[in-house]
C-alpha cells in the first residue's frame, strides 16, 4: 500500500449535549452547530447538540425553555425536574365579556397579579 490507499482518520471533538438534565438523547445537526443555536456544557452557543425527548415539562433545543402552558417559577434553577410547573390558564375579563385566555410560560411567580382595572381570575 502507499501513502494514496491508506485510509485517513478524522478526528471530531464532540462534547456533551446540554438538555438541563430534561433529556437523556440527543444527536448532532451542523445547522444548528453553523447558527449558534445550542448552548454547550458551559452555556456557551457552541457545537449543534439537539435534545430529543425532552422531559419534565421543556421543549427546545436544549430543553430550555417550558411547554406552552407552563411556567418556571421563580428560584426554581432550570436544571430541576421541577422546573416547569402547573398547567395554568389565566381569563381576563373586561366587563362581562371573556376577552382572552393567556397561558403561563416561563419566567415568573404563579400566581401573578395583573393591575388597570381588570378582573382576573385563575383556573388550573
Not at 9 to 14: A, C, E, K, R
Not at 39 to 60: A, F, K, P, S
Not at 93 to 102: Q, R, T
Amino acid at each position: 500500500m502507499n501513502a494514496v490507499d491508506q485510509p485517513s482518520i478524522v478526528f471530531i471533538h464532540v462534547s456533551a449535549c446540554n438538555c438541563h438534565g430534561h433529556s437523556d438523547s440527543c444527536y448532532y445537526d451542523s445547522g444548528v452547530a453553523e447558527r449558534r443555536e445550542s448552548l454547550d456544557i458551559h452555556g456557551q452557543l457552541e457545537g449543534g447538540g439537539v435534545c430529543q425527548y425532552c422531559q419534565h415539562n421543556t421543549q427546545g433545543i436544549n430543553c430550555q425553555e417550558c411547554q406552552f402552558g407552563y411556567y418556571n417559577p421563580t428560584g426554581i434553577p432550570f436544571d430541576s425536574p421541577w422546573a416547569c410547573q402547573g398547567k395554568c390558564n389565566i381569563i381576563i375579563l373586561f366587563g362581562e365579556k371573556k376577552a382572552n385566555k393567556i397561558p403561563f410560560t416561563q419566567g415568573g411567580d404563579f400566581p401573578r397579579k395583573l393591575t388597570g382595572g381588570l378582573g382576573v381570575f385563575f383556573r388550573g
